[in-house]
């Protein structure tokens, strides 16, 4: 079965920039998507189709993709941001995730 | 504005059917834009795609739980619902009804809106 592979944790220093990475064999011929998800809280859209950002996502999350890898960039991190990150790909008609980051802003 | 509310029973015991459903409001439930997902999380695990209920009665489910899933739209309601058969404490989980948004035919669909999650123990 199709695998999307996260490092388990990032942590990052308010005001800095952070790095979620994602990768899978398909990335490079298919779309990425990052969730945000905290504690009690519906997850959140963060970034969808690799790059674009939903409305009333903060300027500062972006999304690139190289390869076989996505990545999700954080720029001028706030504690706010301290979340679990999901990245997530279409294998034909089933969604398939990657087993999550947890970002720590120390 | 769009929400989705999951309810259900919070303890199933082994080898019964867990039932859920996943109320919709601010948004048509019955558009060809958008599909209805169930997905899960086990606790200290990534998220897990259930499956999902489409179009007039079309439905796609996770190769790993296809035999023991039923996904059905009520759309008198604006319900979504979710039928586990044979439940082991493996599906004890935080279960998410999401709405998915339809990109085009070339793909690029994504989940917009999801729901608070309702915990779902499988115990005796």
């Known amino acids: 079965s199709y695998e999307l592979t996260q490092p388990p944790s990032v942590s990052v220093s308010p005001g800095q920039t952070a790095s979620i990475s994602c990768s899978g064999d398909k990335l490079g011929n298919t779309f990425a998507y990052w969730y945000q998800l905290k504690p009690g809280q519906s997850p959140v859209l963060v970034i969808y189709q690799d790059t674009k950002r939903p409305s009333g996502i903060p300027e500062r999350f972006s999304g690139s993709t190289s390869g076989n890898t996505a990545t999700l960039t954080i720029s001028g991190t706030q504690a706010i941001d301290e979340a679990d990150y999901s990245c997530q790909a279409w294998d034909s008609s089933t969604a398939v995730f990657g087993g999550g980051t947890k970002l720590t802003v120390l | 504005q769009v929400q989705l509310q999951e309810s259900g029973p919070g303890l199933v015991k082994p080898s019964q059917t867990l039932s859920l459903t996943c109320t919709v409001s601010g948004a048509s439930i019955d558009s060809y834009s958008y599909y209805w997902n169930w997905i899960r999380q086990p606790a200290g695990k990534g998220l897990e795609w259930i499956g999902r209920?489409?179009?007039?009665?079309?439905?796609n489910y996770n190769p790993s739980l296809k035999s023991r899933v039923t996904i059905s739209l009520d759309t008198s309601k604006k319900q979504l619902s979710l039928k586990l058969s044979s439940v082991t404490a493996a599906d004890t989980a935080v279960y998410y009804c999401?709405?998915?948004?339809?990109?085009?035919?070339?793909?690029?669909?994504?989940?917009?809106?999801w729901g608070q999650g309702t915990l779902v123990t499988v115990s005796s």
């Open positions: 999401a709405r998915e948004a339809v990109a085009g035919k070339t793909g690029g669909n994504y989940f917009d809106y």
């Open positions: 209920f489409y179009g007039s009665g079309s439905t």
